[in-house]
């Protein structure tokens, strides 16, 4: 299988405080892992894509020092947003590749922010 | 630059009917191309993708898609729909294959089943 969790699943934070996102591949290991936003009834867009053991890539009109991410592992990236505002209320989506080479991403199951 | 259009932001099909979900693509190299189903306040599963083996690709749950180069498209089918395909759709492409590289999707379809 190919398993990808998300944690938490649901969170709802105070306007000006920083919220973490983790993303994990719990039965492989990930080389690359990659951040989406999906606004209500909208398409999946890109963020950022994730490299164990390297600084992110962050896609154009993505505030890098805004969202930020770290891959420390080979099973384990990090989203934390900073300073949130109502504007970042979204569903933030991780995937995975399992190894260098291959082109399915898994996808985790999200997590719905809602900030006050 | 590479770019996916869904045609249709909802389709609604009779329980049993055929299901066509269209899926119309632009990539400057060959692409590889998936179709992913999202449930409510859920992530994406894998239906099926297209990585320049055979031109028709069968996936999970009764759909297949089929690649033509000629048209640029790769339109999701299913034979007969079932009231637990209601969700929604997303197309999406790949220019690079072998490495890193995150997809650009299409803006969905809702798809509706009538009972």
């Known amino acids: 299988g190919a398993v990808v969790s998300q944690h938490p699943s649901r969170v709802i934070c105070k306007s000006g405080t920083s919220v973490k996102i983790e993303c994990r591949s719990l039965d492989f290991q990930a080389t690359t892992m990659f951040w989406y936003r999906q606004f209500p009834k909208q398409s999946l867009m890109l963020m950022a894509t994730?490299?164990?053991?390297?600084?992110?890539?962050?896609e154009q009109g993505v505030e890098k020092d805004k969202f930020l991410i770290n891959h420390a592992s080979l099973t384990l990236s990090t989203l934390t947003v900073t300073s949130a505002h109502p504007e970042d209320s979204s569903f933030y989506i991780c995937?995975?590749?399992?190894?260098?080479?291959?082109?399915?991403?898994?996808f985790g199951p999200g997590t719905r922010l809602t900030v006050l | 630059a590479q770019s996916v259009t869904q045609l249709g932001s909802h389709v609604s099909v009779s329980e049993g009917a055929l299901v066509l979900l269209r899926c119309n693509y632009s990539s400057s190299v060959p692409p590889y191309l998936f179709w992913y189903v999202q449930y409510p306040n859920q992530g994406l599963q894998l239906l099926l993708k297209y990585t320049s083996a055979a031109t028709l690709v069968k996936g999970i749950n009764g759909f297949e898609a089929e690649f033509k180069k000629s048209e640029t498209s790769f339109h999701l089918t299913k034979p007969s729909a079932h009231m637990s395909d209601a969700a929604e759709y997303f197309c999406a492409v790949s220019d690079k294959g072998g490495g890193a590289d995150g997809l650009t999707f299409g803006k969905g379809t809702h798809l509706i089943i009538q009972p």
């Open positions: 995937s995975a590749k399992k190894l260098a080479g291959a082109n399915t991403q898994y």
């Open positions: 994730s490299n164990e053991g390297s600084k992110a890539t962050y």
